[in-house]
């Protein structure tokens, strides 16, 4: 593994890793969640080392206001995350050979969807975990406990008050992300896209919505889902995490889709 430095068109540094393979056959750019950072609990090092070693170059990054990258958290947007997105892409073009695939974990499905239109024919796979794809359902009217618990009427007014509210009494979102929320709709980008796409998800999701994936996957052309059963969010067990990773590998080493 190497540590590198990506700098996002407006200027900020974001902290990166590549993990190499010998021959490679494509390269594989891997984008967190919201809170975490660019080992996403571990499971982007596991993911990328597998990956490495079925034949991969990846890519994985923290976004602006997360892990070392620069910025704040209360800073954070998805219009931040798109440039970052596209800082990796470049990178990732210039120095790293082969078809692209990107997989995204819950929040990073976000700019993940957002950025299909512009990413075109150069992204040829794409895996979501977890994924975020109706950001007033997952934020600004929740449905599920997660977001109940952090997004309340109460937690919202913060956002006027202060400028910002606690998610899980640690990250510091800001207003503005909160207005965005109402703006972008990551799932018509997802399913006006053509790329095969793989979906892993657990049934028992008490953030992201499971049956908002599944329908998005039974409606898109040229996707696939796994359900892991049982799973919260994020695959709460090692078994449940080996499990995601495996599939994503086999997925992406199988037949080109």
Known sequence: MEQVQLTSVD???????????????GTVVQLHGITVDLDEGG??????????????????????????????QRGMTIAGELLDLQAAVEYAAEHLPGPLTIIGSSFGAVSTALSLPWL???LVRLVLWNPVLDLRR??????????????????????????????DDGFEAGRVLFEEFERY?????LLASSVPTLVVHGDQDSAVSY??????????PNTEIHTVLGSDHGFDS????????????????????
Not at 11 to 25: F, I, N, T
Not at 138 to 167: A, R
Not at 240 to 248: G, K, L, S, Y
């Open 185 to 189: 709709r990551p799932l018509d980008n």
């Open 211 to 220: 049956d908002i994936a599944k329908n998005a996957a039974a409606q898109k």
């Open 43 to 72: 499971m982007f090092v596991r993911l990328a080392d597998q990956l490495a070693g079925s034949g991969f170059a990846v890519l994985r990054f923290s976004f602006r206001g997360h892990g070392n990258s620069g910025g704040t």
């Open 138 to 167: 997952t934020f600004v009217e929740p449905e599920l406990p997660w977001g109940l618990e952090n997004f309340s009427p109460v937690q919202q007014e913060l956002l006027g008050t202060q400028g910002f509210l606690k998610i």
């Open 120 to 122: 075109g024919t150069r």
């Open 11 to 25: 200027g900020v540094l974001l902290d990166a890793a590549v993990h190499r393979a010998a021959d490679p056959r």
């Open 238 to 257: 090692r078994e449940r995490e080996d499990e995601a990773i495996a599939v994503t590998v086999d997925w992406l080493t199988g037949p080109r889709r």
